[in-house]
């Protein structure tokens, strides 16, 4: 089956660290992709991991554990611009995306 | 560069009718989709092309039908609108088979 979870909604502060979790059961698996959306606005992509490990672009970091079925988003130093949805997606094995329903990242000041 | 542009970003629709949304690209991207976002949903995927020429079902594929007729342009069709097909609608393409996907600025569809 394929299956996404990631909370539906979190709260942080500005200047604070969070980790938005994703777990997926995917029948075969071609990469974890994350995705911000702000409210309105298309998607943009963040990252992509294919191997284990910790990836590091700027504030954000992203985290993949295949044998667990695991991934995080990590963001640093917060920002106000921030707030927003955070999407999770795996790619199956006919190449296609499979989507979480995305968590609302709050911040507050 | 202008990306991906869809059209119309909002329109409202009597049930029954017949509706396009248009997407065009100028990455010269193989790939193309549409997607539906719902509010507590993820998107969900409703066409993809491959490749110019050839088309495939997705996720919730009823209601909606696409052409892709040239590398730039993916329409999507809606023969005989619903009220459930009021959502948010996504085109988005990429280069290859792992690529990042690109996505338009959406389309907001409202089925009265």
């Known amino acids: 089956g394929q299956n996404i979870d990631q909370p539906t909604e979190m709260t942080a502060t500005e200047g604070a660290i969070v980790q938005i979790n994703c777990t997926y059961q995917?029948?075969?698996?071609?990469?974890l992709f994350w995705y911000q959306q702000h409210a309105g606005e298309a998607p943009t992509f963040l990252s992509y991991?294919?191997l284990d490990g910790l990836e590091e672009k700027g504030r954000f970091s992203s985290f993949l554990s295949r044998s667990k079925g695991y991934s995080y988003l990590l963001l640093k130093e917060l920002q106000m611009k921030d707030s927003a949805s955070y999407l999770c997606?795996?790619?199956?094995?006919?190449?296609?995306?499979?989507w979480g329903a995305g968590t609302k990242l709050i911040i507050k000041p | 560069i202008a990306g991906i542009t869809q059209a119309p970003t909002s329109q409202i629709l009597a049930a029954g009718r017949r509706m396009t949304l248009r997407c065009t690209q100028d990455?010269?991207?193989?790939?193309m989709y549409w997607y539906r976002q719902d509010l507590g949903l993820g998107l969900r995927l409703i066409h993809y092309?491959?490749?110019?020429?050839?088309?495939g079902k997705g996720e919730v594929p009823d209601g909606y039908s696409v052409s892709r007729a040239n590398t730039d342009d993916f329409p999507l069709t809606l023969a005989s609108a619903v009220p459930s097909q009021t959502s948010v609608y996504f085109c988005?393409?990429?280069?290859?088979?792992?690529?990042?996907?690109?996505f338009g600025e959406g389309s907001r569809l409202t089925v009265l």
């Open positions: 997606a795996d790619m199956d094995s006919n190449y296609q995306l499979i």
């Open positions: 092309s491959n490749t110019a020429g050839t088309t």
């Open positions: 988005a393409s990429r280069a290859g088979e792992t690529g990042e996907l690109f």
């Open positions: 991991n294919v």
């Open positions: 990455m010269r991207h193989n790939a």
């Open positions: 995917t029948s075969g698996f071609n990469g």
